[in-house]
């Protein structure tokens, strides 16, 4: 009988990506999948240390386990991720129902580090590596129209306050080749949309290929499939990427691109190499060479000595940019690295406060942006069913919106379509059907 196992995938989209990458390691050596952990002779819980209350939820999850365990003791509990990494062998120590940990650059020899573990052993693999890519191997990913496809590894930037750094090691790149052949099969199996990811995406480097060169070369692949990309760390944005952006009508006019804080004191204690004149300026010169370009951020409020003119400013730059969305996060200090040697001297009240104020702020913007585009057009890819209806289509603009279309016989998954916006939330649009992008697909359909 095969071995079963189960992963739950906790933080960014990375681990999601590299959730599929250890599913196609493990599928290769006979490993079934399942989606129910009572099944499963392994449960790995692929994890997030990013924040404090990321890594406690995980170890709520851990108590669940430990009592399937106790009624299935050859259950092998495994943790993956970036808590493998930073907490390591304390793991296996402290909770002594954790059998197998195994950091981001090691998941190769997952298989034999689980066999260990069915030995009665402790499978543990949390090296970091300069050159692990994964390059060569195939990630395990169900039918679908969206997919991850992690380009580059790890983080150079050691802003103060973020473990990732130490959680993912070094910067590395994969082939631009590979990245291009991961799309073609993608297109031969019909998805529609692709987000390439890296902690920090600009800063791609294959020989003499940037991440510019890499967006372009991903785009020509099949002019119906989407090209989305995050993060873009503000010091590396370069001009050649924005024309790259403008020149490409499959690559989404979408940018995310996190700001953190509006002050420049603040900014700079968080070693983020960039003041807000500088990241303005590049907005301003996105919305020049991009038009329709829309933006998304992430934010921490309370960072050590935030005073409230340094929130003040934060809210100014929302403002300013009148950003389309947001993740807004109270700061939480984390072990090992810089900023966790300053004090954590803003009271949880005030950053609950001021977040909340940034929450606030946020959603009136989004709420006046999505009104902004009540009688426009838009493009959307149409994803499935409404959750609320079936008689209801959701899609996705470019910018990332949902958008809910009364259903037609002729409108399928997968299908990009014409739609005309009638209202607005601050949260979804809502539109009526005006024609299809690439009517020859629908051909059959209409004639039926
Ligand atoms: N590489 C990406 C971000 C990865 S982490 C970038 O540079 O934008 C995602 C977000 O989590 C960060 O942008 C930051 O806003 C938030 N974050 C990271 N560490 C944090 C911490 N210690 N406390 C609160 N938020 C944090
Ligand atoms: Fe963390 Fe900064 Fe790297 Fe983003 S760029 S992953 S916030 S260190
Ligand atoms: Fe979390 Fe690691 Fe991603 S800390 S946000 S899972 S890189």
Known sequence: MSNKVYIETYGCQMN????ELVMG??????????????????????????????????????????????????????????????????????????DVVVGPDEYRHLPELIDVAFGGGKGIGVRLSRT???DDIIPYREDGLQAWISVMRGCDKFC?????????????????????????????????????????????????????????ASAKVDSRIRIRFTTSH????????????????????????????????????????????????????????????????????GFPTETYEDHVMTLDVMRQVRYDGAYMFKYSPREGTKAYKMEDDVSEEIK?????????????????????LVDKEEIILVEGKSRKSDQFLSGRTDTNKVVIVPGTDNIKEGDFIKVKINRATSATLFGDFVEFVFPEDNEIALTA
């Open 16 to 19: 999601v990506a590299d959730t």
């Open 352 to 372: 609950t406060k001021r977040l909340q104020e940034i929450i606030e702020l946020q959603q009136q913007i989004s709420f006046e942006k999505n009104q902004e």
């Open 234 to 301: 503000p010091q590396d944005l370069s001009e050649k990427l924005l024309y790259t952006i403008a020149e490409h009508s499959n690559i989404c006019n979408y940018i995310h691109l996190p700001v953190q804080s509006g002050s420049d004191r603040i900014l700079k204690m968080m070693n983020r190499t960039y003041n807000i004149k500088h990241y303005l300026g590049l907005i301003e010169k996105a919305k020049r060479i991009i038009p329709g370009v829309s933006f998304s951020t992430d934010i921490i409020s």
């Open 132 to 134: 692990e890519t994964y």
């Open 160 to 216: 103060t306050f973020c473990v990732v750094p130490f959680t993912r090691g070094r910067e590395r790149s994969r082939t631009l080749s590979s990245v291009v052949e991961e799309i073609k099969q993608l297109s031969m199996r019909g998805f529609r949309e692709v987000t390439l990811l890296g902690q920090n995406v600009n800063s791609y480097l294959d020989n003499e290929n940037d991440f510019a060169d890499l967006l372009a």
């Open 25 to 98: 390691i493990l599928k290769k050596n006979g490993y079934e999948l399942t989606k129910l952990a009572d099944e499963a002779n392994v449960v790995l819980l692929n994890t997030c240390s990013v924040r404090e209350n990321a890594e406690q939820r995980i170890y709520g999850r851990l108590g669940n386990f430990k009592n399937m365990k106790e009624s299935k003791p050859d259950l092998v509990v495994g943790i993956l991720g970036c808590m493998a990494e930073r907490l390591r062998r304390d793991l296996v120590e402290d909770k002594k129902i954790v």
